[in-house]
């Protein structure tokens, strides 16, 4: 093929075409992509702020600043992006990792819609997260539907394989640091400091330097395990905090921020730093990070991790290959055979493309108790016959997506009567 430009040669004469990215990145269908993730980055119409102004006919009301505004830096392609979040998680990369990666390899060029090898980062590592958080939860099943369908189009999955899945429950892990009294307290009294001066408050006194002096005993003595000392550090820690929020509010509701995001924001930061100095180590649905409310702490039973902070999710997965066929975030750690009816409806919506729906389906002893409509099932080991042992035996074998799955087939089947 011929090039367009003379000093550079086109990534499809530099590439075996035959490979797995390149040959996917033909069938996956971009143009159905863009069209459906498009309206998650259209502009939106500002309302604008009314002014009294004066013209030749006297004093009237002007709106000023509505409309879409066209400022802005124009937005990257949305294949680019797509590509980038399948290589992500495929590779199982972060994403200063893969923005690095995606320079250096010109397949992931040629599967990103690239038509010249680009010596550069296709994006900031951070834009990567933003897309994933601006497509949400809807964009990513489309995503994912998309791979689906052309896993069968491709034959790389027979249709008949979508009938029998295992669907698990496992604890997604947020970035945050070991949840500690005394850091959580000094990190509350930190951001709603800066906070109150981001909307115009000033403080008498912000505690810096005994906050920093306190986080460090506090550190000392849990490591000499001197718990005494450590409980009075932690109780002076709650005094400051408590000082600050209550001056905050003073001074809030006599000259509130003209800015309602800044006053939303401010509003949030203490709400939840509140949280964080009224609660006990025993209390039930503790703030474990102030930036992510959601975090709970789950026991999962693992020896060499007894408690996991995270989002509990729920993941479904084809039986022989391991395909994803489902996953799931359920906030608030409910009981997995809550999740087990919701699961189910997002792998039917994902299969629509395909014309088949799961109808058996294979879970753990934690799905035992609560059953879906249609769906019959064996709580009790002695009732699985031996051809249903076989067939777990045999799909526990390979499973590339989930390897850590393997550990959770044990002998309770739900199976659609």
Known sequence: MATDDFFRARLD?????????????????????????????????????????LDLFGPSLQIAGAGVSPAGRPRLSIRLMASLLYLKHAFNLSDEELVERWAENVVWQYFSGQTYYEPRLPCDATQVGRFRGAIGEAGVEELLKATLDCAVRSKAVKPNEFERIIVDSTVMEKAIAHPVDSRLLEI????????????????????????????RKAGG?????????????????????GIVLREIRRKLATNPPESPMTLNRLNTLLDRAERIRTQQPKDKHKLYALHAPEVECIGKGKARRPYEFGVKASIAVTHRQGLMVGARTFPGNPYDGHTLAEQLEQTNILLEGVGQTPKQVVVDLGYRGVGSSGVRRWSRPSAISSRIIVWIAAGSKDRPVMPCMRCCVRPVTTCAG
């Open 221 to 241: 003595y849990a490591h000499a395990k001197q718990f005494k000392r450590l409980r009075r550090v932690v109780k002076r820690q709650r005094t400051l905090l």
């Open 188 to 215: 509350a009294r930190n951001k709603v400091v800066l906070a109150a001066g981001l909307a115009g408050i000033r403080l008498k006194q912000t505690y810096a330097k005994e906050g920093k002096e306190l986080r």
């Open 13 to 53: 004469q530099m590439i075996d075409l035959r490979h797995p990215l390149a040959a996917l990145s033909n069938r996956i269908p971009w143009q159905q992509l863009e069209t459906v993730l498009a309206p998650a980055f259209e502009r939106s119409a500002r309302p604008g702020q009314s002014r009294a102004e």
